[in-house]
């Protein structure tokens, strides 16, 4: 006799009782419809069940074999953030009510999640100065192909721009799905680590959009407000890709222009997690509402009166217009999205720009520090970077990673992967939570690894 | 108010729950009010263009409600010479009044001869009782 | 209750940030990229934060609070261990783009994950990186693209093939990966009409999507025959794996002859929903079908280290970043390792628990496919209409006083009046009787009362809501200068 499994809770007589009711005498009648042939006929070959005790043990000592950035001091960045979570997103995150409910489809009993959603969305269209804002799409490169799905059919064309200092995962995954959306995806060349507005008019011809990102994923500040000239002029939709958490200090693309504004984001409230689960952001003027992919949560009053929240314009989605719809997303990732309206709310317009301001000048300080102690010097060293510069080492920046990494600092991410002629290139990332310290033990361990 | 059940007999009818009042060369088109009533109270018409073309058994737009979507199909052909912005304003003019202010476009006619193929409003009725 | 923005209050702040006053300034941002006008995130103290969103929470239901048989959804218990485990620092702290030698636990979770998913699903070769399982869907059919132009027949086969049971993201997948619906009937059995099947499979067919068992909660008893059907065409089958909970450790979709399939870790595997998301949508693959997976591919080296792939000239590329929802991985890999080879049990028990309600309420509602069911069951509030006027959508909303979440209603699209229960294996047998006792007892009052139905919810935080409204005139941001307005309002008036 096995003991019974803490996932279930029927005994033997409720069984016997519930067979009755249905009018068979044994669970296996009830798989009477599986043709024999596609029976397994075997028990599955999986290692035995564990207790809870055992898995625990058995998991934690996998997370163990893993160097988290608790474990070393870690400059990477790339895309994705070692910014501090407050322990109040952990709380709320853990309440039951949020993180075991579904997608609000019953108004009258998700009234927590759907007010949630609709200060999130006030949240990120404050944030990056749009009208509405979905909640949400699955990461920062899934809203960008979102975005190109919007502009296709909002143009009528078939041609993307996407500039080559956009993080390289965003143009790779734009890439699959523009196979299926029947797109073709030109790149507009970064110089000195920006893009030149002028070589971007050359490409963005008869586009449907162009995206760009801001900062750019080598931390350098682009000439935004004139990019989103050249795309406008050419037709075409500008869309930003940004940091949310630039944004106390870098101006909303809405306010120069951006048609959408989208982004990841992880580093406004979500652990790194080894790349997931997080959020993409998704905003957009409100022209374009009607083509946005995915939830949106509308204001509404109930029969009495009252204030309530209810998904809107739901004729958009998959579930109403199928084959027509203007994405295929149903779930999405809400509860990575309230972890990102906890920790703003916890930042609040001061904590954001603050943070922005550290971040730009812990980044100006390690730049200088990596001058002065290691003699390593900014590869594009005119331009105003945010939290994030590359520089080059002087030797493959793989073997540097090795290095430094051996002397407990992770130095950075090595460009030579994604960028032609930077195989001596390091992407260094200076979050909040870096100290001044760390920042010149960075400076040593690499004036004693490059050296 | 929804409006309650009704097929003038002086409009031509398609099978996809289409109107048509023709008036010498040109003709006003919008959907019955079986139609509407099956969609529910209309939030959003989404027009075609004023100029642009439409072509009959085609959609030229979409009606919604907010559990429903639907083609709006075009009994005739001919090119949009005006779009109802009072349905835009407010799409539930539709249902409280399909075949008066709720029409949806004017069009000039494409080819007057297509009309032949419409049907009256008895041959509709019996359309819809064959549903 | 109020919106956290209109308790906020200038100058309050739930932060306190490190300050590094021995830094040198920040640089200046050039003008024209500066921001000047501060964005208006709410200003309010941390215990305020956290009451604000403890009350949302009670205005929430979730597994946590009761009884959630949302049809489709798999709406079962998430353990809390799983909890603890995602966020032990090893993971939760660990970079994706860590070295491989930094981050062998999490690859090595991936690739026995990877290893639990093609033994249940009968599969070669797995990819975890879709976010969920419509994404999951996207790259299914991707592949299907590749495959086909890899054999020179990509311009040939242009169609898929979906059933009218089919859940709204298989139409919507298939738009998005470029190929055209070809659209196939239910018979009187709500299995696939076979005889309509035949009619539209031909050498333009790149696949079938089917969910099996099917929306209806029914397994297709004609499997064999439609998978001589398409293989006999050259296409490929697909399955929509969102109702795997029926039958793991019984029957695998690879045994019914399908070659990709995805997997909602979040249903079947008890990733917790999240008020919507997150989910995973891994894919599994025949061994024909994986030189086309997304890169990275997550592997084990021949020293036995695991390591990420990115050398596989024929990937149909990345469909996010990274390697997918890591998190997400962490919790179902636990799951899983709970259950090992018992996993049947669950899936035995989840059909046990749905025929069981199912022989319940089928007298009092309609049923309009005789049969047993699977894990999942559609009944009709057809006649309930007719009689009494109360629809599917009063009965949810009956549901709801009596304590429990809805069904899944209106879905599938075939069935009017649709209500599609899913009880899933957790529940105890005295919570399904509370179920069936408050179905059948809505059910007589909607023939003596059904003002009750109507007007219901009772007990809610709010009454039906006007969706017309929210859907007409959308109200999607807080307005903040409306707010002003608000308070200057003279109190009492
Ligand atoms: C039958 C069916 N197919 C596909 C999906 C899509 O999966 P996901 O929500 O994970 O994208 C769902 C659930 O939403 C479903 O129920």
Partial sequence: MTQQHPFLALTDSDRDEMLGMIGVGAVDELFGDLPDSVRLGRELDL???LSEQELFAHVAALAERNADASSEVSFLGAGMYDHYVPAVVDAILQRGELLTAYTPYQPEMSQGVLQAIFEYQTAICELTGMDVSNASGY??????????????HATGRSKIVVTEATNPQVRQVVKTYAAGFGLEVVEAPQRDGTTDPDELERVAADAAAVIFQQPNFFGCLEPAPDLVSVAADAGALPIAHVDLLSLGVLEAPGRYGAALALGEGQAAGNFPSFGGPHYGFLAARSEFIRRM?????????DTAGERGYVLTLQTREQHIRREKATSNITTNQTLLALGGLVYLTWLGPQGLRELGETCLSLAAYAKQRLAERAGIESVFSTQTTFKEF????????REVVAAARERGVHPGYALGRDYEGMDDVLLVAVTERRTPEEIDRLADVLAEVCG | MAAAESYPEELKYHEEHDWARVDGDEAVLGITWFAADLLGELVHFEPPAVGSDVTKDQSYGEVESVKAVSDVIAPLSGEVLAVNEQVVDAPETVNEDPYGNGWLIRIRLGDPGETDDLLDAAAYRQVLANQ | MKLIYEKSQAGRRASALPRYDELPAAPEIPEDLRRNEPPRLPEVPEFELVRHFTELSTRNFGVDTGFYPLGSCTMKYNPRINERLAALPGFARLHPLQDEDGAQGALELMWRLQEILAEVTGLDAVSLQPAAGSQGELTGLLLVRAYFAARGEAEQRRKVVIPDTAHGTNPASVTMAGYELTPVRTDARGNIDVDDLRGKVDEHTAALMLTNPSTLGLFDENIEEIERIFHAAGALMYYDGANLNAVCGISRPGDM???IVHINLHKTFSQPHGGGGPGGGPVAVRKTLEPFLPVPA??????????????RPQTIGKVRGFTGPFGVFVRSY???RMWGPRLREMSETAVLNANYVLARLKDAYDLPFDRLCMHEFVLSARTMKREHGCTALDVAKRLM????HPPTIYFPLIVPEALMVEPTETEAKETLDAFCDAMLAIAREAADEPELLKEAPHHRPVKRLDEVRAAKQPVVRYAFDDALERVEAPKGA
């Fill in chain 3, 298 to 311: 997550v592997v084990r080296r021949e020293d036995g280290g695991f390591g990420l792939d990115f050398d």
């Fill in chain 1, 293 to 301: 992919p995915g939830r949106i949560v509308g204001e509404t009053v």
């Fill in chain 1, 47 to 49: 290692e035995p069940a």
């Fill in chain 1, 139 to 152: 990461d920062g490169t899934s809203v960008a192909a979102d975005a190109f799905y919007v502009a296709k």
């Fill in chain 3, 257 to 259: 002859g399908f070659d």
């Fill in chain 3, 334 to 336: 636990a799951y899983l």
């Fill in chain 1, 390 to 397: 590359a520089v080059r080492v002087g030797r493959n920046a």
């Fill in chain 3, 401 to 404: 006083d009596y304590g429990f």
